[in-house]
């Protein structure tokens, strides 16, 4: 076995420490969590722990590939390069996009936003982000004027009352739920309260469990909203000094959001509704954690502003053990949201709305031809390739044949575009089956550079393996292109360290009082030596000549990033979701995940350890819903949508609600057919962030009976 190498877990975005030790020749691993990594200390989940399951050349995508035939490095990019610059050329930029993932490494995501938006001269670089994190951005920048999660994981030691609300933290976040399970173990005053539709694994710890109609979360905080101005146990001397938009916001709430509306319409106990306004008014060490439940809805980014309304109108934000908190998903999705990965972004936190952040980032990228407007985000870009309008798409890092809503669209759309490229670890998804070029990306373990998590952590994954086959890492394969493309300067990148330094100094360029200051600032590690990168330790950002090593917990001196310096109460009223149930389709389907898998399962489903359990899709439903139906565990049911169909095997529980059936996101058509559920959800999106509704589409359910019984 090779020397101990610290580096970072691919999956969630907790993202934890991991000491490694190799056996190259064999590629063989044994993994432990990183005892002096702040975001786990030694710990571990199931999914990091089965990382070594994961890391054989088994089904890895080992070269290049044109049509099928394996060829060498030059010949596809160079006809990835020809393809796109003749597609701009006759079409212009906006014919062409890219389609990125919190997947891929800071360094990558750079390289690829800076090609497309910068050198290309589009907006159309988008990313599964917008699947994720799109509706928390645009609740924060509403809010504080910028993208910023002011707390970090200490904040739940130290808090007495902690709100998961829309997050499965015990599945999804396992190492962050451990902690707080530790921490009420040691803290009998913290009180956990679970606001969920459904009763997950995460209730295990909740001393009251609020299992809302799905969609009414709005209804929920302006309630409590309501309560506090009504008791009079808001923060006056916070909310005059420091916030804007109170009374617009006072006003709207003090009409229909009485308890006992509230109670009625997300379908709750009035009792079990007080209780939690009683507990969140008396306890000023209050965190909000929120994830999917909030953001995956047409509503998402007012859930968002619900919430932070509450902790504004108490003056609960940047103290310790205190304060709104969006969980991040993806083990680089803060990253993505540092360099801009989102359409509408542009680099550094800094984005298309402001000409003087435009004229900025195209000074530093010394670019005459950076894109003048936002691009499509992901809903409408895969529409706009299933228009013809878009005619060439690189896809990185991501399966959106399986992962995004109205799938079978998004499936035809890339059947009929001209020309799309794919970049993957692995051989066989559903989405390289439709790629004209598949380029084989090197994977964790392989590559090289660094990742952010839900805390703002800066933390290096370290490369364990020399690459599978001919795999090359994305930062890499990018360049490679836009060199080819003529951007040889911009694009000249001998390793990832070259990346990381110009990432940090455009953070820290013009971001001073007299341009406008912005909360993402790493100009700290701009200067770093290849030396330093190598050996950087786990950093939360700023990081600056105000907080050379790094800063905890931000706002704690109530400065935020809108014009005027103070943070926003943003009037917020509830609206149903779009699409209801109806006679026809009288379900909500509500979509999401399981302990042991990640996403469309092409790592985690190469282990035998985390496939035991749930080998088939399925579908939860309450046992009423299942009489009425006439469905038996473990039968095969057929669920429809307006939008397309799906098998999945029948679990009866009571953790479901009347009304709602539960499917998780994870299979692909590599299992079955029929086994995604991106096929029925619909692509309806929240009119801020353009995140789509994942968790609220109306279905239909019956037993699914064979053609073939027929014909025996
Ligand atoms: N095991 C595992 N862990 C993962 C992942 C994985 O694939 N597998 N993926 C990672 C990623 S990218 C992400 S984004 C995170 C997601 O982490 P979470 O958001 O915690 O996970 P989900 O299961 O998508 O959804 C959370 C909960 O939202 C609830 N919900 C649905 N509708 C509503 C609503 O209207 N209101 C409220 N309050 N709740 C609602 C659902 O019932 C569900 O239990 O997980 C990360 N961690
Ligand atoms: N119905 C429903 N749909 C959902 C959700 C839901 O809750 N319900 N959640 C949404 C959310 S929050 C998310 S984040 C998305 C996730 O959805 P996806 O991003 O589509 O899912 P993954 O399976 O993680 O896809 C990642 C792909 O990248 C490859 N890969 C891994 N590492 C690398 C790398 O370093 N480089 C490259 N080039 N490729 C790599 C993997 O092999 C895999 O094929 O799904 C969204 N879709
Ligand atoms: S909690 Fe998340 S980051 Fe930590 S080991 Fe588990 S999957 Fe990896
Ligand atoms: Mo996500």
Redesign the pocket.
């Known amino acids: 076995m090779n020397d101990l190498i610290k580096t970072t877990c691919?999956y969630c975005g907790v993202g934890c420490g991991i000491s490694a030790r190799s056996n190259t020749e064999h590629r063989e691993l044994i993994v432990k969590g990183d005892e002096s990594h702040p975001a786990n200390y030694g710990r571990l989940c199931s999914k990091g722990s089965a990382l070594a399951d994961t890391v054989g050349l088994e089904g890895r995508l080992l070269t290049p590939y044109i049509a099928g035939r394996s060829c060498d490095w030059d010949e596809a990019l160079t006809l990835v390069a020809n393809r796109f610059s003749r597609t701009i050329s006759e079409y212009g930029p906006d014919a062409v996009a890219f389609y990125g993932?919190?997947?891929?490494?800071t360094e990558?995501y750079y390289v690829a936003n800076k090609l497309m938006k910068g050198f290309i001269g589009s907006g159309n670089m988008d990313t599964?982000?917008r699947?994720?994190m799109s509706s928390s951005v645009a609740g924060h920048k509403r809010a504080f004027g910028s993208d910023t999660v002011p707390g970090c994981y200490e904040d739940l030691e130290l808090a007495e009352l902690i709100i998961f609300t829309g997050a499965n933290s015990a599945w999804c976040h396992p190492v962050l739920y451990q902690r707080i399970k530790a921490a009420k173990l040691k803290n009998p005053n913290l009180k956990i309260v679970v606001i969920d539709p459904r009763r997950t694994a995460t209730c295990e710890i909740a001393d009251l469990h609020l299992p809302l109609a799905i969609g009414t979360d709005v209804l929920l905080w302006n309630g409590l909203l309501t309560h506090l101005i009504q008791h009079e146990l808001t923060d006056s001397g916070f909310i005059n000094q420091y916030t804007e938009g109170w009374l617009a916001a006072k006003s709207l709430v003090e009409s229909g959001y009485d308890i006992e509306n509230i109670a009625l319409q997300c379908r709750l106990p009035i009792e079990d509704v007080k209780t939690f306004f009683n507990w969140f008014a008396d306890t000023e060490k209050t965190v909000s954690l929120f994830s999917?439940g909030i953001n995956?809805s047409s509503s998402g980014t007012d859930k968002v502003n619900a919430i932070i309304n509450c902790h504004l109108a108490t003056g609960r934000i940047g103290k310790p053990g205190i304060g709104p908190f969006s969980l991040t998903?993806?083990p680089n999705?803060m990253g993505g949201r540092e360099v801009g990965g989102l359409a509408h972004q542009l680099a550094a936190h800094m984005d298309f709305s402001n000409p003087n952040d435009l004229d900025r980032v195209a000074r530093f990228w010394e670019s005459e031809r950076i894109a003048q407007k936002p691009g499509f985000p992901a809903v409408e870009l895969f529409d706009a390739i299933h228009e013809g309008k878009i005619k060439a798409v690189w896809i990185?890092?991501?399966?959106?044949i399986?992962?995004?809503?109205n799938a079978d669209k998004v499936k035809a759309a890339l059947q009929r575009c001209d020309f799309v490229v794919v970049?993957?670890?692995?051989a066989k998804?559903d989405?390289t089956a439709v790629a004209h070029v598949l380029l084989p990306?090197?994977?964790?373990s392989e590559?090289d550079g660094t990742v952010t998590n839900s805390e703002r952590c800066i933390s290096r994954q370290r490369a364990l393996f020399p690459p599978a086959g001919e795999a090359m890492p994305?930062w890499w394969i990018i360049s490679q292109v836009a060199q080819r493309m003529g951007f040889k300067q911009a694009f000249d990148y001998r390793k990832a360290a070259d990346i990381f330094r110009e990432h940090a100094a455009l953070s820290g360029f013009e971001n001073d009082k007299k341009h406008g200051l912005r909360d993402f600032d790493i100009s700290g590690l701009a200067m770093l030596t290849d030396n330093g990168y190598e050996n950087l330790k786990p950093t939360q950002w700023p990081v600056n000549a105000n907080y050379p090593n790094g800063c905890e917990r931000l706002f704690a001196d109530k400065q935020f990033f809108s014009k005027s310096g103070k943070a926003q109460v943003i009037p917020v009223s509830f609206r149903p979701p779009s699409n209801t149930p109806n006679d026809r389709y009288p379900f909500i389907l509500n979509?999401?995940?399981i302990r042991d898998q990640?996403?469309?399962?092409?790592?985690t489903a190469l282990s035998a350890k985390l496939n035991q359990h749930t080998p088939e899709p399925f579908v939860e439903i309450h046992p009423e819903d299942a009489k009425h139906f006439d469905l038996q565990e473990n039968d095969l049911a057929e669920i429809e949508s307006r939008w397309g169909k799906q098998l999945a095997r029948v679990v009866v529980t009571n953790e479901q609600q009347v009304g709602h059936l539960f499917i998780p996101?994870h299979w692909s058509d590599q299992f079955a057919n029929l086994s995604r559920?991106?096929s029925l959800?619909n692509p309806v999106t929240d009119p801020q962030s353009k995140q789509p509704e994942?968790?609220h589409t109306p279905v239909r359910i019956k037993a699914f009976k064979p053609e073939w019984y027929g014909f025996i």
Do not use: E, F, Y
């Open positions: 691919p993932s919190g997947q891929l490494l990558d599964n982000s699947l994720c999917q995956q998903g993806q999705a990185m890092g991501t399966n959106p399986v992962s995004m809503p970049s993957d670890c692995i998804t989405t990306a090197q994977g964790w590559k994305d979509t999401g995940r990640w996403h469309t399962m092409t790592r996101m559920v991106g959800v994942l968790k």
